[in-house]
Protein backbone atom coordinates (compact mmCIF):
# COMPACT_ATOMS: atom_id res chain seq x y z
CA UNK A 1 0.00 0.00 0.00
CA UNK A 2 1.12 3.47 -1.07
CA UNK A 3 2.80 5.50 2.06
CA UNK A 4 0.38 8.48 0.75
CA UNK A 5 -2.75 7.56 -0.82
CA UNK A 6 -4.80 10.85 -2.24
CA UNK A 7 -6.10 10.56 -5.39
CA UNK A 8 -6.82 13.52 -7.50
CA UNK A 9 -9.01 12.06 -10.81
CA UNK A 10 -10.82 8.53 -9.13
CA UNK A 11 -12.09 10.96 -6.41
CA UNK A 12 -13.47 13.24 -9.32
CA UNK A 13 -16.98 12.42 -10.57
CA UNK A 14 -16.48 14.67 -13.78
CA UNK A 15 -13.16 12.85 -14.67
CA UNK A 16 -14.43 9.11 -14.03
CA UNK A 17 -17.43 10.41 -16.55
CA UNK A 18 -14.63 11.36 -18.95
CA UNK A 19 -12.69 8.03 -18.64
CA UNK A 20 -14.30 5.52 -21.41
CA UNK A 21 -16.96 3.95 -19.87
CA UNK A 22 -16.05 0.45 -21.82
CA UNK A 23 -12.59 0.62 -19.63
CA UNK A 24 -13.82 1.59 -16.84
CA UNK A 25 -15.37 -0.89 -16.62
CA UNK A 26 -12.91 -3.39 -17.59
CA UNK A 27 -10.71 -2.23 -14.69
CA UNK A 28 -12.81 -2.55 -11.89
CA UNK A 29 -14.14 -6.13 -13.12
CA UNK A 30 -10.62 -7.17 -13.96
CA UNK A 31 -10.51 -7.89 -10.41
CA UNK A 32 -13.43 -9.74 -8.23
CA UNK A 33 -12.36 -8.18 -5.13
CA UNK A 34 -12.65 -4.58 -6.81
CA UNK A 35 -16.33 -4.96 -7.25
CA UNK A 36 -17.15 -6.74 -4.37
CA UNK A 37 -15.70 -3.83 -2.08
CA UNK A 38 -18.16 -1.00 -4.27
CA UNK A 39 -21.04 -3.43 -3.32
CA UNK A 40 -20.29 -3.76 -0.04
CA UNK A 41 -20.23 -0.03 0.31
CA UNK A 42 -22.98 0.23 -1.21
CA UNK A 43 -22.87 0.71 -4.80
CA UNK A 44 -25.32 -1.34 -7.33
CA UNK A 45 -22.91 -2.41 -10.12
CA UNK A 46 -24.12 -2.14 -13.69
CA UNK A 47 -22.92 -2.20 -17.10
CA UNK A 48 -25.42 0.24 -18.35
CA UNK A 49 -23.57 3.26 -18.77
CA UNK A 50 -26.88 5.70 -18.44
CA UNK A 51 -27.29 3.76 -14.65
CA UNK A 52 -23.74 3.57 -13.79
CA UNK A 53 -23.19 5.84 -10.34
CA UNK A 54 -20.62 7.88 -10.78
CA UNK A 55 -20.87 10.09 -8.26
CA UNK A 56 -21.36 6.95 -5.41
CA UNK A 57 -17.96 5.82 -7.11
CA UNK A 58 -16.09 8.75 -6.41
CA UNK A 59 -17.61 9.29 -2.88
CA UNK A 60 -16.21 5.09 -2.12
CA UNK A 61 -12.79 6.01 -3.27
CA UNK A 62 -12.17 9.61 -1.85
CA UNK A 63 -12.24 7.80 1.80
CA UNK A 64 -10.24 4.37 1.36
CA UNK A 65 -10.54 2.40 4.39
CA UNK A 66 -9.30 -1.37 5.62
CA UNK A 67 -11.74 -3.09 3.94
CA UNK A 68 -10.61 -1.56 0.27
CA UNK A 69 -8.36 -4.28 -1.15
CA UNK A 70 -4.59 -3.54 -1.67
CA UNK A 71 -4.49 -4.36 -5.05
CA UNK A 72 -6.81 -1.99 -5.62
CA UNK A 73 -5.19 0.86 -3.74
CA UNK A 74 -1.65 -0.11 -5.55
CA UNK A 75 -3.58 -0.27 -8.80
CA UNK A 76 -5.39 3.78 -7.98
CA UNK A 77 -2.27 4.83 -6.88
CA UNK A 78 -0.38 4.15 -9.81
CA UNK A 79 -3.19 5.16 -12.25
CA UNK A 80 -4.16 8.03 -11.00
CA UNK A 81 -0.72 9.78 -10.08
CA UNK A 82 0.62 8.25 -13.69
CA UNK A 83 -1.92 10.03 -15.80
CA UNK A 84 -1.06 13.35 -16.82
CA UNK A 85 0.58 15.29 -19.75
CA UNK A 86 4.26 14.26 -18.42
CA UNK A 87 4.03 11.02 -18.13
CA UNK A 88 1.70 10.32 -21.15
CA UNK A 89 4.39 9.99 -23.52
CA UNK A 90 6.97 7.43 -21.54
CA UNK A 91 3.46 5.13 -20.78
CA UNK A 92 2.70 4.93 -24.39
CA UNK A 93 6.94 4.18 -25.40
CA UNK A 94 6.30 1.66 -22.87
CA UNK A 95 3.18 0.20 -24.07
CA UNK A 96 5.08 -0.10 -27.70
CA UNK A 97 8.59 -1.51 -26.80
CA UNK A 98 6.11 -4.07 -24.86
CA UNK A 99 3.60 -4.81 -28.58
CA UNK A 100 0.62 -3.81 -26.46
CA UNK A 101 -1.82 -3.21 -28.93
CA UNK A 102 -4.04 0.29 -27.57
CA UNK A 103 -6.30 0.72 -30.23
CA UNK A 104 -6.50 2.88 -33.09
CA UNK A 105 -7.94 5.73 -31.02
CA UNK A 106 -6.48 8.50 -29.31
CA UNK A 107 -6.55 7.27 -25.69
CA UNK A 108 -6.68 10.14 -22.90
CA UNK A 109 -3.90 9.97 -20.08
CA UNK A 110 -6.62 8.50 -17.94
CA UNK A 111 -7.44 6.08 -20.22
CA UNK A 112 -3.51 4.69 -21.00
CA UNK A 113 -2.50 4.52 -17.53
CA UNK A 114 -6.43 1.93 -17.17
CA UNK A 115 -5.29 0.39 -20.30
CA UNK A 116 -1.32 -0.19 -19.23
CA UNK A 117 -2.19 -1.30 -15.95
CA UNK A 118 -4.57 -3.93 -17.24
CA UNK A 119 -1.82 -5.29 -19.93
CA UNK A 120 1.58 -4.96 -18.16
CA UNK A 121 0.98 -3.09 -14.08
CA UNK A 122 5.31 -3.11 -13.84
CA UNK A 123 4.69 -0.73 -16.72
CA UNK A 124 3.35 1.77 -14.86
CA UNK A 125 5.70 0.86 -11.99
CA UNK A 126 8.91 1.35 -13.94
CA UNK A 127 7.65 5.08 -14.87
CA UNK A 128 6.60 5.84 -11.48
CA UNK A 129 10.30 4.73 -10.29
CA UNK A 130 11.73 6.82 -12.92
CA UNK A 131 10.33 10.01 -11.87
CA UNK A 132 12.81 9.69 -8.70
CA UNK A 133 15.39 9.37 -10.99
CA UNK A 134 15.86 13.71 -11.76
CA UNK A 135 15.66 14.66 -8.01
CA UNK A 136 18.42 15.65 -6.48
CA UNK A 137 20.26 13.59 -4.57
CA UNK A 138 23.57 13.43 -2.27
CA UNK A 139 25.40 10.34 -3.11
CA UNK A 140 28.35 8.29 -1.91
CA UNK A 141 31.27 6.51 -3.91
CA UNK A 142 32.33 3.36 -4.03
CA UNK A 143 34.98 1.97 -6.92
CA UNK A 144 35.86 -1.41 -8.01
CA UNK A 145 39.06 -3.09 -6.75
CA UNK A 146 40.52 -5.14 -9.54
CA UNK A 147 39.30 -2.74 -12.83
CA UNK A 148 38.94 0.33 -13.73
CA UNK A 149 36.40 -0.45 -16.67
CA UNK A 150 33.54 -2.15 -15.89
CA UNK A 151 32.30 -4.63 -18.76
CA UNK A 152 28.77 -4.84 -17.59
CA UNK A 153 26.24 -8.12 -18.49
CA UNK A 154 23.20 -8.25 -19.86
CA UNK A 155 20.61 -7.07 -17.59
CA UNK A 156 18.19 -9.94 -17.82
CA UNK A 157 15.10 -10.59 -16.08
CA UNK A 158 16.69 -13.92 -14.47
CA UNK A 159 19.73 -11.98 -13.29
CA UNK A 160 17.07 -9.11 -11.92
CA UNK A 161 15.54 -11.41 -10.39
CA UNK A 162 18.25 -12.81 -8.12
CA UNK A 163 19.26 -9.38 -7.22
CA UNK A 164 15.44 -8.90 -6.17
CA UNK A 165 15.70 -12.32 -4.08
CA UNK A 166 19.12 -11.70 -2.32
CA UNK A 167 17.59 -7.67 -1.44
CA UNK A 168 14.38 -9.48 -0.35
CA UNK A 169 16.03 -11.85 2.03
CA UNK A 170 18.38 -8.56 3.78
CA UNK A 171 15.62 -6.25 3.88
CA UNK A 172 13.27 -8.50 5.92
CA UNK A 173 16.28 -9.55 8.58
CA UNK A 174 15.93 -5.83 8.82
CA UNK A 175 12.24 -5.84 10.02
CA UNK A 176 11.86 -3.76 6.63
CA UNK A 177 9.50 -6.28 4.70
CA UNK A 178 9.93 -8.31 1.26
CA UNK A 179 8.99 -6.93 -2.25
CA UNK A 180 11.88 -4.89 -3.43
CA UNK A 181 11.99 -3.93 -7.04
CA UNK A 182 14.97 -3.30 -8.98
CA UNK A 183 14.37 -0.68 -12.05
CA UNK A 184 17.37 -0.75 -14.27
CA UNK A 185 18.09 2.48 -16.72
CA UNK A 186 20.76 2.77 -19.30
CA UNK A 187 22.14 5.95 -20.00
CA UNK A 188 24.66 8.41 -21.35
CA UNK A 189 25.97 8.90 -18.23
CA UNK A 190 25.81 5.49 -16.57
CA UNK A 191 23.39 2.66 -15.49
CA UNK A 192 20.79 3.75 -13.20
CA UNK A 193 19.35 1.33 -10.66
CA UNK A 194 15.97 2.55 -9.09
CA UNK A 195 15.59 -0.28 -5.98
CA UNK A 196 11.95 0.04 -4.62
CA UNK A 197 11.71 -1.41 -0.67
CA UNK A 198 9.76 -1.26 2.57
CA UNK A 199 10.83 0.78 5.55
CA UNK A 200 9.76 -0.53 8.84
CA UNK A 201 6.32 -0.31 9.65
CA UNK A 202 4.45 2.77 11.17
CA UNK A 203 1.35 3.24 13.18
CA UNK A 204 -0.92 6.28 13.05
CA UNK A 205 -4.16 6.91 14.79
CA UNK A 206 -7.39 7.14 12.80
CA UNK A 207 -10.73 8.16 13.01
CA UNK A 208 -12.90 4.97 12.37
CA UNK A 209 -16.22 5.59 10.16
CA UNK A 210 -18.20 4.78 13.80
CA UNK A 211 -16.16 8.18 15.04
CA UNK A 212 -13.79 5.94 17.39
CA UNK A 213 -10.29 6.30 17.66
CA UNK A 214 -8.64 3.46 15.67
CA UNK A 215 -5.42 2.54 14.20
CA UNK A 216 -3.46 2.42 10.76
CA UNK A 217 -0.39 0.25 10.35
CA UNK A 218 1.37 0.84 7.35
CA UNK A 219 5.25 0.43 5.55
CA UNK A 220 6.36 3.29 3.62
CA UNK A 221 7.55 3.18 0.23
CA UNK A 222 10.90 3.90 -0.23
CA UNK A 223 13.75 4.29 -3.65
CA UNK A 224 17.32 4.08 -3.65
CA UNK A 225 18.96 5.34 -6.39
CA UNK A 226 22.63 3.42 -7.65
CA UNK A 227 24.36 4.49 -10.68
CA UNK A 228 27.10 2.48 -11.97
CA UNK A 229 29.79 4.16 -14.39
CA UNK A 230 31.51 1.85 -16.60
CA UNK A 231 34.20 4.04 -17.71
CA UNK A 232 35.56 4.24 -13.88
CA UNK A 233 34.15 1.76 -12.44
CA UNK A 234 32.63 3.45 -9.80
CA UNK A 235 29.31 2.91 -8.12
CA UNK A 236 27.60 6.00 -6.73
CA UNK A 237 24.17 4.93 -4.06
CA UNK A 238 22.00 7.45 -2.55
CA UNK A 239 20.34 5.97 0.43
CA UNK A 240 19.82 6.24 4.06
CA UNK A 241 22.28 4.14 5.76
CA UNK A 242 25.54 2.84 5.76
CA UNK A 243 24.08 -1.24 5.73
CA UNK A 244 22.06 -0.55 2.69
CA UNK A 245 25.07 0.96 1.01
CA UNK A 246 27.12 -2.21 2.25
CA UNK A 247 24.36 -4.71 1.00
CA UNK A 248 24.24 -2.85 -2.71
CA UNK A 249 27.73 -2.90 -3.24
CA UNK A 250 27.85 -6.74 -1.97
CA UNK A 251 24.63 -7.62 -4.09
CA UNK A 252 25.76 -5.82 -7.21
CA UNK A 253 29.06 -6.64 -6.99
CA UNK A 254 27.75 -10.67 -6.53
CA UNK A 255 25.50 -10.67 -9.60
CA UNK A 256 26.71 -8.51 -12.11
CA UNK A 257 30.57 -9.15 -11.80
CA UNK A 258 30.42 -13.01 -9.58
CA UNK A 259 32.31 -11.21 -6.61
CA UNK A 260 30.58 -9.98 -3.48
CA UNK A 261 33.93 -7.99 -2.94
CA UNK A 262 33.96 -6.35 -5.97
CA UNK A 263 33.15 -2.65 -4.86
CA UNK A 264 35.73 -1.48 -2.19
CA UNK A 265 33.02 -0.68 1.06
Given at each position: ?P ?39 G ?59 L ?14 W??A ?107 L ?37
Open positions: MQSFQLKRFTNAAILRRIDFQLLVRFFESNTDFQRFLERRMRWTRDPLRFDYNKLAHILISPGADTPDRLLDALYFVDNLANADCYDRILEECQEAGIDGSGDPSPEDLTLLALAPSILERVHAEQYRSKPKKFTSYFALAVDHLDVPFLSDELLQGLEEDLDTWYEFKKKGRGARVFPFVREDGIWFLIRHGQRIRREGTIARDGESASVFYRPEKFDVLIYPETGELAINTDTKGECKAYCTFLGQHLFGDERFFAF
